[in-house]
């Protein structure tokens, strides 16, 4: 599957961009009552965006189950018909998925091609990064950011094999490896959960992402109660 990521800047989507003639919204609530805003900017959107709807309940209650429920009740879901929509609405590259922005989720050209597990886990990725946004400071560390919103969205699988216990760097995360480093962030997310609990790894998600939020070996320590040589140790047995 391709990866998803979120903007390395601001991005802002003119009005007309979602409101001209080419766009097709609609709209539905779901079973947790969030409303839900379906937005396709024209081409093949729509056979997209249905399938996005049809597991969005799903992927609400798997990010709900981790985060809580205090996220936003109105969810804008946007589907790109070029890449240049993509580009100029979502901040995307040709290598990248799906894209986040405080208002909105959208889905490269691309992502239509994908299989309905790929495209599962890239809905909770990004509604994940949707949900933890405004609570997430802008500096937050990519690794973890983008690791536990990789552990709400990927089931349990066999560990790759041959996987160094390194934390990926944020150029690892944006460069010709992104793969493999997206696999190591995940890895280092999972291990958490399984040696110190779920609830451990949202503590310290909120403490090292939050806004204000300390050094990572600072948080660490306050979250998991060990010194980050430990802790590292402790993932280098677990992998």
């Given amino acids: 599957m391709g990866r998803v990521d979120t903007?390395?800047?601001?991005?802002?989507?003119?009005?007309?961009s979602l409101t001209a003639p080419s766009a097709a919204a609609t709209s539905h609530t779901l079973g947790d009552g969030r409303?839900?805003?379906?937005?396709?900017?024209?081409?093949?959107?729509?056979?997209?965006?249905?399938?996005?709807?049809?597991?969005?309940?799903?992927?609400?209650?798997?990010?709900?189950?981790?985060?809580?429920?205090?996220?936003?009740?109105?969810?804008?879901?946007?589907a790109a018909a070029t890449p240049e929509q993509f580009a100029a609405v979502g901040g995307g590259d040709p290598h990248t998925a799906a894209t986040t922005t405080a208002e909105?989720?959208?889905?490269?050209?691309?992502?239509?091609?994908?299989?309905?597990?790929?495209?599962?886990?890239?809905?909770?990725?990004?509604?994940?990064?949707?949900?933890s946004r405004a609570q997430t400071a802008a500096d937050a560390p990519r690794w973890l950011t983008?690791?536990?919103?990789?552990?709400?969205?990927?089931?349990?699988?066999?560990?790759?094999?041959?996987m160094t216990a390194t934390l990926p760097t944020d150029a690892e995360l944006a460069g010709p490896q992104r793969s493999s480093a997206y696999d190591r962030a995940w890895?280092?997310?999972?291990?958490?959960?399984?040696?110190?609990?779920?609830?451990?790894?949202?503590?310290?998600?909120?403490?090292?992402?939050?806004?204000?939020?300390?050094?990572?070996?600072?948080?660490l320590r306050d979250a998991l109660g060990e010194q980050p040589r430990t802790v590292m140790a402790r993932w280098?047995?677990?992998?």
């Avoid at 999972?190 to 090292?208: I, N, P, Q, T």
């Fill in 187 to 219: 890895l280092f997310a999972r291990f958490v959960a399984d040696e110190y609990g779920v609830a451990k790894l949202r503590e310290l998600y909120s403490h090292a992402c939050g806004h204000g939020h300390p050094d990572t070996a600072t948080a």
């Fill in 146 to 162: 983008e690791g536990v919103a990789d552990f709400v969205a990927r089931p349990v699988a066999t560990r790759p094999r041959d």
């Fill in 7 to 16: 903007p390395s800047g601001p991005v802002v989507a003119t009005p007309a």
């Fill in 35 to 78: 409303r839900v805003r379906l937005i396709g900017l024209g081409g093949h959107t729509a056979q997209l965006l249905s399938r996005v709807a049809a597991d969005m309940d799903a992927a609400a209650a798997a990010v709900t189950a981790f985060w809580g429920d205090d996220w936003p009740r109105e969810i804008v879901v946007v």
């Fill in 236 to 239: 280098q047995s677990w992998m």
């Fill in 104 to 131: 909105r989720i959208m889905f490269a050209p691309g992502a239509s091609a994908m299989s309905d597990n790929a495209l599962r886990i890239v809905l909770r990725h990004e509604l994940f990064h949707f949900a």
